[in-house]
């Protein structure tokens, strides 16, 4: 039975050997880092391990690469005529180059692999990566797999590779519109009638235009290249320049999606309204239950009753259903949100425009686990 198992480990391991001397050889040669925190020893032995790990090649040990060569032709050696002459060296079928670039916001990396027999480029990748030195690991086994056609894990892909800003055709996800907002509306039915009823009737004796002036809130709770999904925050005074200062909080649930960066929002508003209760039945005109009475009107309290917009009402709390939507224009670092929106409750509807000016600020990185 020992006799069976030594003959049996034998022919495995010669059966290894056998599979690995038919796998093409690999030198690693040039390595260029620029801007950032890492050196080409580090990468070197990353790239070395990822390509160890494929099972693709038989890739060269830097040292016995840097005995034959030495370490300065080594690490310079990044053109395809270079690498041809170094593999030729070295009697490898392949020989290939990588590059590390730190450029703001992300990291481009490029990687070569050239056939040694022919002299010609037999393989070539490049990707930009957001700017997380510590997963530089991680980031170099996505272009090694990618460079050898292997599956690559894309979540991890998709956390790592850079998303353009919205400065760009794309990258709807990253955007943010939180900022100021200014606009103005129109309000209609009772809204509107108690703006240009006249004062001593318990109005504002205006036009129904109010001037609005507020600050959105942005949070995305989901976000690809072409959908954002979100929620608004957006506290807002109107009304400021008639004196009636009305203050509102919108909670808006809203999309938004295309190249356009489109946008449609809607959800609840809470405010407060000065109300005062009275009727029409006795001769047309709005008359309060206490006017009536001191006019001596007899059947006064079995007359229909509503509540109306007025100043000289009660204050009380009251909520909206608000519809919006608009688009985000671009130029250059700014975001310039443009959203229409009616407001609409059981004493009329108001119809606004909004327009809001913010600056594309710095991303923030996170860092895969």
């Keep these: 039975m020992k006799k069976v198992f030594i003959v049996c480990l034998g022919l495995c391991a010669f059966q290894t050997m056998a599979q690995v001397a038919q796998l093409p050889s690999m030198v690693i040669a040039g390595i260029e880092v620029r801007n950032i925190s890492s050196n080409?020893?580090?990468?070197?032995?990353?790239?070395?391990?990822?390509?160890v790990?494929?099972?693709?090649?038989?890739?060269?040990?830097?040292?016995?690469?840097?005995?034959?060569?030495?370490?300065k032709k080594m690490e310079e050696c990044m053109g395809k005529e270079c690498l041809g002459k170094v593999g030729t060296q070295l009697s490898a079928d392949f020989a290939m180059s990588a590059s590390y670039e730190g450029l703001g916001d992300r990291i481009l990396i490029a990687m070569k692999?050239?056939?040694?027999?022919?002299?010609?480029?037999?393989?070539?990748?490049?990707?930009?990566?957001?700017?997380?030195?510590?997963?530089?690991?991680?980031?170099?086994?996505?272009?090694?797999?990618?460079?050898l056609k292997m599956d690559v894990d894309f979540s991890v892909y998709k956390a790592l590779f850079f998303k353009d800003g919205p400065t760009a055709s794309t990258g709807l996800g990253k955007m943010n519109n939180s900022g100021p907002r200014i606009g103005f509306a129109v309000a209609t039915g009772q809204n509107g009638e108690f703006f240009t009823r006249k004062e001593r009737d318990g109005g504002v004796g205006t036009l129904p235009v109010l001037f609005n002036i507020g600050y959105q809130l942005e949070v995305q709770?989901?976000?690809?290249?072409?959908f954002s999904g979100l929620f608004e925050f957006l506290g807002?005074?109107?009304g400021m320049e008639h004196g009636t200062p009305i203050p509102s909080l919108a909670i808006m649930h809203g999309v938004r999606f295309g190249k356009g960066a489109w946008e449609i929002a809607m959800g609840p508003s809470f405010t407060i309204k000065r109300l005062v209760s009275g009727t029409t039945d006795y001769d047309g005109s709005?008359?309060?239950?206490?006017?009536?009475?001191?006019?001596?009107?007899?059947?006064?309290?079995?007359m229909s009753y509503?509540?109306?917009?007025?100043?000289?009402?009660?204050?009380?709390?009251?909520?909206?259903?608000?519809?919006?939507?608009?688009?985000?224009?671009?130029?250059?670092?700014?975001?310039?949100?443009?959203?229409?929106y009616a407001s609409m409750n059981k004493y009329g509807t108001t119809y606004g425009i909004s327009?809001?000016?913010?600056?594309?600020?710095?991303?923030?990185?996170?860092?895969t686990k």
Excluded: C, W
């Design 355 to 367: 327009l809001g000016i913010n600056i594309t600020r710095s991303r923030k990185y996170t860092y």
């Design 40 to 51: 080409e020893d580090i990468l070197r032995s990353v790239i070395y391990k990822s390509l």
């Design 286 to 302: 709005f008359r309060t239950y206490q006017e009536l009475s001191d006019m001596g009107v007899a059947n006064a309290v079995h």
């Design 221 to 226: 709770y989901a976000g690809s290249e072409k």
């Design 113 to 147: 692999i050239v056939n040694v027999k022919t002299g010609e480029i037999e393989r070539n990748e490049i990707e930009q990566f957001e700017n997380q030195p510590r997963e530089l690991n991680r980031m170099t086994d996505i272009m090694i797999y990618k460079l």
């Design 236 to 238: 807002n005074v109107a």
């Design 53 to 71: 790990n494929s099972k693709k090649y038989v890739v060269n040990d830097r040292y016995d690469v840097a005995e034959k060569l030495g370490s």
């Design 306 to 340: 509503f509540n109306r917009p007025d100043t000289r009402g009660a204050t009380y709390f009251s909520t909206n259903f608000i519809f919006a939507f608009g688009k985000t224009f671009r130029p250059g670092a700014l975001n310039v949100p443009l959203n229409f």
